[in-house]
Antibody, heavy 114, light 112 residues
Framework: EVQLVEWGGGLVQPGGSLRLSCAASGFNFSASWMTWVRQAPGKGLEWAAHISPDGGKTYYVDSVKGRITISRDNAVNSLYLQMNSLRTEDTAVYYC???????WGQGTLVTVSS | DVVMTQSPLSLPVTLGQPASISCRSSQSLVYIDGNTYLVWFQQRPGQSPRRLIYDVSKRDSGVPERFSGSGSGTDFTLKISRVEAEDVGVYYCWQYTQWPHTFGQGTKLEIK
C-alpha cells in the first residue's frame, strides 16, 4: 500500500521559515518524480515544486521561486520543502504527491499570520 | 504557461443523470514522446484529491466504470454516465506535459 505522510506545518509569522517533510512508502520512491501541491483555504490546487528522481532537477512555480526549496533523501524515502521568507499568501495545505499525481498524502497546513 | 480552463465551474446534477466537464488547454498537451499528460482528479469534501483518469482516458484502479475521459490536443472531457451521491466534490484537470504543470480552476459537482 502506498503511503505519503506529511508533517511540519504550523503557524508562522510573515518572514518566517518552516520545513515540511514527507515520508513515502509502498512504491519505488527513488525512481519517482515528486511534487508539492498546495491548496489555499477554500481555493483550488496549485502545483508548487517538483523534483527529479535523483534530485538533480528542480522546478518551481514563479510565486515561490527564490523562497522555497524542494529536496529529497532517497536513502530514507523522504521529500522535503524548505520554506523561507513566508508570506500570508503562502497559507495553504501542502500535499506531497508522487509521479503523475497517482497518490497524495493527507496534507499539512501552513498558516502564515501575525 | 499553459492555462487550463474548465467549464462549467458549478454543476448541479440529478442522481442517476449523466454529467460532463470540459477542460481546454491554451496549448497542445501532446508531448514529444507522443503521449498526452492530462489527468483528472476528484476531491471529495474534506479529503485529499484522488486521481481518476490519467493520460486522457486511462481509468485508475478502483475507479468506477461510470467515469470516463476523452479528448485530444487542447480539448478534453470527463464524463460520469450516471451520477451517484458519492460523486459530490470538486473535479480538477491537470496537465504535466509542459512546465510549469497547471491545474484547471475546478468544477464543483453537487446533487440537485
Amino acid at each position: 500500500e502506498v503511503q505519503l505522510v506529511e508533517w511540519g506545518g504550523g503557524l508562522v509569522q510573515p518572514g518566517g521559515s518552516l520545513r515540511l517533510s514527507c515520508a513515502a512508502s509502498g512504491f519505488n520512491f527513488s525512481a519517482s518524480w515528486m511534487t508539492w501541491v498546495r491548496q489555499a483555504p477554500g481555493k483550488g490546487l496549485e502545483w508548487a515544486a517538483h523534483i527529479s528522481p535523483d534530485g538533480g532537477k528542480t522546478y518551481y512555480v514563479d510565486s515561490v521561486k527564490g523562497r522555497i526549496t524542494i529536496s529529497r533523501d532517497n536513502a530514507v524515502n523522504s521529500l522535503y520543502l524548505q520554506m523561507n521568507s513566508l508570506r500570508t499568501e503562502d497559507t495553504a495545505v501542502y500535499y506531497c504527491v508522487n509521479q503523475g499525481g497517482m497518490d497524495w498524502g493527507q496534507g499539512t497546513l501552513v498558516t502564515v499570520s501575525s | 504557461d499553459v492555462v487550463m480552463t474548465q467549464s462549467p465551474l458549478s454543476l448541479p446534477v440529478t442522481l442517476g443523470q449523466p454529467a460532463s466537464i470540459s477542460c481546454r488547454s491554451s496549448q497542445s498537451l501532446v508531448y514529444i514522446d507522443g503521449n498526452t499528460y492530462l489527468v483528472w482528479f476528484q476531491q471529495r469534501p474534506g479529503q485529499s484529491p484522488r486521481r481518476l483518469i490519467y493520460d486522457v482516458s486511462k481509468r485508475d484502479s478502483g475507479v468506477p466504470e461510470r467515469f470516463s475521459g476523452s479528448g485530444s490536443g487542447t480539448d478534453f472531457t470527463l464524463k460520469i454516465s450516471r451520477v451517484e451521491a458519492e460523486d459530490v466534490g470538486v473535479y480538477y484537470c491537470w496537465q504535466y506535459t509542459q512546465w510549469p504543470h497547471t491545474f484547471g480552476q475546478g468544477t464543483k459537482l453537487e446533487i440537485k
